[in-house]
């Protein structure tokens, strides 16, 4: 399993919609100051016998796990941000007392040892800031782990394993290609049934990367007995933790046998365990979580039946694409193919399925228009002369740019290469404008000229700009949302006073 090349800045949760930026972007904490006999710290001298590591060979034969699949850790802190740090967040005796009363609660090994005491402070000092935001995150995959851990019968804490992985981005990519939340290399992913294609990765869908992710480490726990090894095998391949157990003499505890680990692998079950710390002791640090703006229980799908993409179902029923984007990861070119056999569904708020199954024979529609002008020659606002370059300004997403600029979210990643929604401050994006400032159904539709008499409607809980309007037979969903300032689904709030003007 790998970790991916940038990680979070977690304020740039999909939902909240801001740019990215870079977190957890150290390397490996192998060696940190630590000699071998330091990293055993007087564990117990556990070995395995010639027959249990007979039976750890033969397992892995029958399994016929892929190779080795370590990737650098990235969310591993630096060692340069370790090394000389003589700064203490908690002191060692309260450490220490804090992972024996975890270790009561887990299966997991989870002892003190001085290279878990800095990871520990240092995430607790370089890296404070970023963890509500990732909290935030939580609260909407967790339950949804726990739910599967609980089936396969795993330990619950080993939700925190997406972290080290992924960072609870379902998008994350390494440099070597490992994807999703888990992290699956392609090979590993097709052993696990995870099917890619042009359209689709598995491997990014949160619910069935989840179910893989829990059969693979049923079947390491099965050869090593022991979580810890199991987290380390998920991370390096389990051929290679059986390598670092005959050359340690046959330990069976983690640390005894990390000496002999690659490099990537060394410092991975520390963060893992750094991160189940800092999660259950958080108020302890004055760490709060930010409030998630949604759970996925709140979340439902419906299948299509049509290929259609994101864009067309945000333009007929207002929720942005971006959400959608959020939502349904697996799509890897934002447009939910249909292929009969396959049962391809979009994933929707609850609040807004009935939004979508009103509007579903216009989705349809207009995708079936967009298939007729795709062999049509561009138009003009394609020409070169046309394009203008903007800036990415802090606030900025996607889809706030493609309805400034009356195009598509899709345009927009189509010129200027991006994979994902992710942007930067500052950066530069190729624009082929249709209009600059009115949104694009404003263009097409003939609305009433606002007048100083209007009404004032307070948008209560569980309203939707649809809902609204049907309360006012001759105003339409755009009008309100030109009249308001509103571009996104996401603006209307419980409270927020909006203007209605009558014919």
């Known amino acids: 399993m790998k970790n991916i090349l940038t990680l979070l800045l977690f304020t740039t949760s999909i939902i909240a919609q801001q740019p990215v930026d870079s977190l957890f972007v150290a390397k490996d904490t192998t060696n940190i100051g630590l000699t071998v006999n330091d990293s055993i710290n007087q564990q117990p001298q556990e070995l395995f016998s010639t027959a249990d590591l007979k039976m750890i060979d033969s397992l892995l034969i029958e399994e016929k796990f892929n190779s ?15 090394l000389g740090n003589t700064t203490t967040i908690l002191t060692t005796d309260l450490l220490k007392k804090r992972l024996h009363d975890l270790n009561v609660k887990t299966p997991f090994h989870l002892e003190y040892n001085p290279a878990l005491e800095k990871v520990i402070n240092g995430y607790l000092k370089y890296r404070k800031k970023y963890f509500p935001a ?65 359209y689709v990765d598995e491997r990014q869908d949160p619910v069935k990367a ?35 157990i005959k050359r340690s003499g046959g330990y069976k505890n983690y640390w005894n046998i990390r000496p002999f680990l690659p490099r990537e692998t060394a410092g991975y079950v520390p963060a893992f365990y750094a991160t189940m ?55 890897k070119l934002d447009v939910i193919p249909y292929i009969k056999e396959k049962k391809y569904a979009v994933r929707l708020p609850r609040r807004n399925l009935m939004d979508f199954l009103e509007k579903e024979k216009e989705i349809y529609a207009l995708a079936n228009e967009d298939d007729a002008k795709r062999e049509k020659p561009l138009p003009k606002y394609f020409e070169m002369d046309k394009r203008i370059r903007y800036r990415v300004r802090s606030g900025d997403y996607l889809g706030k740019i493609a309805n400034k600029f009356g195009v598509r979210v899709s345009d927009i990643k189509r010129w200027n290469g991006l994979r994902t929604h992710h942007l930067k401050i500052g950066q530069r ?45 001759s105003v339409s969903i755009e009008e309100i949302k030109k009249w308001n300032n509103i571009w996104s689904v996401k603006s209307l709030k ?4 909006l203007k209605i003007f009558k014919s």
Not at 299 to 315: L, P, W, Y
């Open 134 to 198: 990732l909290m935030a995150r939580a609260q909407y995959y967790f339950p949804m782990f726990e739910q599967y851990l609980d089936q396969y019968d795993i330990p619950l804490e080993m939700k925190y394993l997406a972290i080290v992985e992924s960072a609870l981005r379902p998008d994350a990519r390494s440099r070597v290609g490992a994807t999703g939340l888990w992290q699956f290399m392609y090979g590993t992913g097709v052993q696990f049934d995870l099917k890619v294609n042009s």
């Open 277 to 331: 710390y800092i999660f259950e002791y958080a108020d302890k640090h004055h760490i709060y979580p930010e409030a998630p703006k949604f759970f996925h229980f709140e979340t439902d799908t419906v299948r299509v039946k049509r290929t259609i993409s994101f864009d067309q179902i945000s333009e007929k029923t207002g929720i942005d694409s971006d959400l959608l984007a959020f939502l349904n990861p697996s799509y």
């Open 494 to 497: 419980p409270g927020m006073k």
């Open 68 to 82: 080795s699949l370590f990737d650098s850790i990235q969310y591993v802190i630096n060692d340069k941000d370790i």
């Open 429 to 473: 994006l190729s624009v082929y404008p249709k209009r600059m400032t009115v949104p694009k159904k404003v263009s097409r539709t003939k609305h009433k000229t606002p007048t100083s008499k209007h009404e004032v409607y307070v948008v209560k809980e569980g309203d939707s700009l649809w809902t609204i309007s049907k309360k006012y037979p």
């Open 210 to 244: 989840t179910k893989a992710a829990c059969q693979y480490l049923s079947q390491l726990y099965k050869i090593f007995g022991d979580w810890d090894l199991a987290l380390a095998a998920y991370n390096s391949g389990p051929g290679n933790v059986s390598k670092a």
